[in-house]
């Protein structure tokens, strides 16, 4: 499956953004989705991610109560909804795909190109 993020930008702290993931090919449902982030020099850590059907949800800490994964099958599109946002929560934001719902990069085995996220103070 081949992913396409959109929905980055720039915003001031404690605004919000959305950020979109669609899918090409007819298996988007059969997919785990998650969604990763990238700081400048640290490492890729994991953000949030999506049971096949949308029926569970799971999140890294630093965002829950903030951040919302969400998906729509028939669009082939999963969605990150960011509030509150902080100057931390600058990164480069990528989608994946993978079989299994949990927070290891590793069991995402499609990732998205990623779009960028700058929070200013």
């Known amino acids: 499956v081949q992913l396409q993020a959109s929905g980055g930008g720039l915003v001031q702290a404690g605004g919000s953004l959305r950020l979109s993931c669609v899918a090409s090919?007819?298996?988007?449902?059969?997919?785990?989705m998650g969604w990763f982030r990238q700081a400048p020099g640290k490492e890729r850590e994991f953000v949030a991610a999506?049971?096949?059907?949308?029926?569970?949800?799971y999140y890294a800490d630093f965002v829950k109560g903030r951040f919302t994964i969400s998906r729509d099958n028939a669009k082939n599109t999963v969605l990150l909804q960011m509030a509150s946002l902080k100057p931390e929560d600058t990164a480069v934001y990528h989608c994946?795909?993978?079989?299994?719902?949990?927070?290891?990069?590793?069991?995402?085995?499609?990732w998205g190109q990623g779009t960028q996220v700058t929070v200013s103070s």
């Open positions: 999506i049971s096949r059907l949308g029926g569970n949800t």
């Open positions: 994946a795909a993978g079989p299994t719902l949990g927070p290891l990069a590793s069991a995402y085995g499609s």
């Open positions: 090919g007819r298996t988007f449902s059969s997919y785990v």
